[in-house]
């Protein structure tokens, strides 16, 4: 069954949470008898983060954004199916997907089915984690699939499929609200180590979970509180090379720096194979984003997924920074560098420079493609400033929402004669127009356009009541023996 747990577990890492030794076994209820054994399951809870590199290169490749791109029309067949909008409850990789998610909430839930059973200092902090971790797999999830089954604080097994309806939509929305409003009373504002979650991170994803319900009046005030915090802030642009520098936000030099809300923590230390993507400690979608037998300086090849459109280039008014640091133009550097690379499969010539490969100096083991240490930024502060303009927008408050768009424009231009002054519905598609050219890459634009009711007509095969959901993996249909209805128009 997709979504069961794994009985034993083995995370192996370093430095950063996800980043060091742990082998443990945890096939039965004699476990939760310490601190170790809580913390450990919470590592293999986080573990299934890097897992999600699948849904963001997908949140590029079934927009407007990007194309699927790849050696073929064949090359990742699901990728190509969901490119054109023609994907079908077959597709493996839309299993992955919901499997790795719900792999996700199980082993979150485990620990919140003994969150009673042994108490120590600082279990708090754990519990609240768990509830994040849970409540961020099931966001996942209910954006992509709409309604899902749901068990509470316990473990799916084998078997609950055939007895466990999927809860309608707003009911998981409810329990997603409510883990994070828990997660938030118990948070640190600092994380305990580098890529565990704060209070912040639950703030911010709490008003964007908002923010996809329409609940503008809640979102608004949620995303304040981080805004408010102190804890973070826009990166500056400078003649140094810094961590808090815009150029370097997306290197490694820049990884959980001030505007890091929360990052899903990658490295390179651990190898991995194509038989089983989800084992690899590294980030297996920038392998896949790179150019093809690239030869040049800076970066390294990949399989050229995921490749801008010639429209995205020109969404950038001239003088933004960003256009140079979210998108390679190859015609450019090739011309600027020398640099050379082998054309794809619906090639443009453009590349998302924000997670392709970069040289290393040390070698990883593996395939190297697999084993990519850049980090997801999950969630940003620019982000969350653009996500509180556009809730404020919308509950006649346009001084604030302009505030907060034009925070993240006059970084872009290191000026304020670029500034957004529109207001009414105007400045709220200002507002989502600008968050396509501030998060090109990031795996955000196809659920923007959905929530938004833009899809259509700006996607190409775009049906709306049908692609505004991703269909339900027909094994698990199957495996329910016909209790899980299949999404609408599949």
């Not at 079908?88 to 998610?101: A, E, K």
């Not at 839930?109 to 754990?126: M, N, V």
Request: aromatic share 12%.
């Amino acid at each position: 069954m997709a979504f069961s747990i794994i009985a034993t577990i083995s995370v192996s890492c370093s430095d950063d949470f996800v980043e060091r030794d742990v082998v443990y076994a945890i096939g039965s209820d004699n476990y939760f008898n310490s601190e170790e054994e809580y913390y450990k399951a919470l590592v293999a809870a986080y573990d299934i983060l890097q897992s999600t590199y699948v849904n963001v290169i997908l949140g590029e490749i079934a927009s407007d954004n990007t194309l699927s791109g790849g050696g073929d029309a064949n090359d990742v067949i699901g990728w190509q199916q969901i490119d054109e909008m023609i994907h079908t409850p077959v597709n493996s990789n839309l299993n992955d997907v919901w499997g790795w998610m719900f792999a996700g909430v199980n082993r979150a839930s485990y620990i919140l089915e003994f969150k009673d059973k042994t108490e120590f200092e600082g279990k708090a902090q754990i519990i609240a984690e768990a509830r994040f971790l849970r409540a961020y797999y099931q966001f996942e999830l209910v954006k992509w699939f709409g309604g899902i089954p749901m068990k509470g604080d316990a473990r799916f097994e084998l078997g609950d499929e055939l007895t466990i309806p999927r809860s309608k939509k707003e009911d998981v929305y409810a329990a997603i609200e409510n883990d994070l409003k828990l997660a938030i009373e118990d948070l640190s504002p600092t994380a305990p180590q580098i890529g565990r979650v704060t209070k912040g991170a639950a703030q911010a994803l709490l008003g964007k979970v908002y923010l996809y319900q329409e609940k503008f009046d809640l979102a608004g005030p949620m995303l304040d509180n981080v805004i408010n915090s102190g804890m973070y802030r826009l990166t500056k642009d400078s003649n140094t090379e810094s961590k808090d520098q815009y150029s370097n936000l997306f290197e490694e030099i820049g990884e959980n720096g001030i505007e890091s809300v929360f990052e899903v923590q990658y490295t390179d230390v651990e190898g991995a194979g194509f038989g089983c993507l989800q084992c690899s400690e590294g980030n297996v979608a920038v392998g896949f984003s790179g150019p093809r037998s690239y030869d040049g300086p800076l970066f390294t090849s990949g399989f050229s997924f995921n490749v801008p459109t010639q429209e995205s280039l020109t969404i950038y008014e001239d003088g933004d920074i960003r256009k140079d640091i979210t998108i390679l133009n190859m015609t450019e550097w090739g011309a600027q560098t020398g640099a050379t690379y082998t054309p794809g499969y619906k090639d443009t010539k453009l590349f998302n420079r924000k997670y392709i490969p970069r040289k290393r100096s040390a070698q990883a083991a593996g395939d190297l493609n697999l084993t990519n240490p850049n980090n997801y930024r999950a969630i940003r502060y620019a982000d969350v400033l653009l996500m509180a303009a556009e809730a404020f927008s919308h509950t006649n408050n346009p001084t604030k929402a302009q505030e907060y768009v034009n925070e993240v424009r006059r970084r872009a231009f290191g000026d304020e004669n670029h500034d957004i002054t529109s207001t009414g519905p105007q400045l709220t598609q200002d507002i989502l127009d600008e968050r396509r050219r501030e998060l090109l890459g990031e795996g955000h634009r196809f659920f923007d356009l959905v929530r938004t009711k833009q899809a259509e007509g700006k996607i190409p095969g775009y049906v709306e009541g049908k692609n505004n959901l991703f269909p339900i993996p027909i094994e698990e249909i199957k495996f329910s023996n016909g209790n899980w209805e299949q999404n609408p128009n599949y």
